[in-house]
């Protein structure tokens, strides 16, 4: 498994001038967020609420390759339903199932239906990902097109079937993505995907970066109702990714903290800044991502999930945990169990109803 460094979260605005001017010129047009449009976007409200708490899966699975090193299990999804996650966020690195005329392997497609049934038939909204960041952050332009052919053929695929089906168009943009090349990226996939897929939720996600403000940057068309906009959160990276073996800088970090009264005011100041900006616009958010790496003690891991959790229940956004399992595992696969440590602090027992249903959700 390869692994882009954290570099992916610094945001760079690379010598991308000429296709800024272009990007810049067209997202122009586009309609600013209005009052009236904002009163309207109740349909992205009712999806992320339904959406509640959930959880990152098969990213690093093999499933996509037909079955080999894949300890994902069909019951799974069973049992994340019971234990009170209400959807999930299915990673799809997709652009290397393309062929040199970008069309999806049919039996990847295959297998992609079977997982989006999957959820659907345990009542957990299924949420298609696109995720290829990686190549995106290094390459826009290329990634572009291949985003659009990505997406073109989703769209295609889901038109008027699986209605409870949410579409991400891309995992986490930014790097050499200036936010003009992505606000025209996303406009125009948004566009597409409207022609056959008019009332389907679709989350775009706000260049990636860990400045909060950034959120700001993104621009989102004023008449459409069903737009939720998404952001991540591995802030501070010292001790979010201490010892993860592909991070050049936090690799030989140990023994770093969380939880002093500095430590959540960082929190709740970044996720104000959000929902100010999210009420003026008049979107949810969701909360795609949020992880601690295996290698911070498990008490701070506890601390910091909670706390960042009810932080994002108590501004009304949906959120996904980093991820089902491989690392930041909130299941073990070897002994088919549940990191319970984990599990609490994202879902506290006292907030599950007998029956494994969340009350708040
Ligand atoms: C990222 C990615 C994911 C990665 C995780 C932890 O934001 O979306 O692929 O593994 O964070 O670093």
Redesign the pocket.
Known sequence: MT?PGEARRRTKRGAWAALCLAACALTADLPASSPAARAQWSAAHETARKMGRGVNIL?YDGIWDGGVDAPFKEDYFRRIHATGFRHVRI?LHAFKYMDVTNRIQPLVLDRLDWVIGQALRNDLIPVVDE?D?SDCQRLPEACGVKLIAFWKQLSARYAGKYPGLVFEIL??PGGRMTPAWWNFLAATILNDIRVRNPTRTVIVAAI?SDDAGEVRTLELPANDPNVIVTV?Y?KPMAFT?QG?EWSRKFAKTTGVDWGSAADKQQVTRDFDLIAAWAAGAGCPIYLG?F?VYDRADMDARSRYLSFVAREAERRGWAWAY?QFDHD?ALFDSEREQWVRPVLDALIPPASAAPDGKASRF
């Open positions: 692994r990213g990673n995720h960041f995992n986490e990636n991540h591995y990714h993860a991502e992880g980093w930041f």
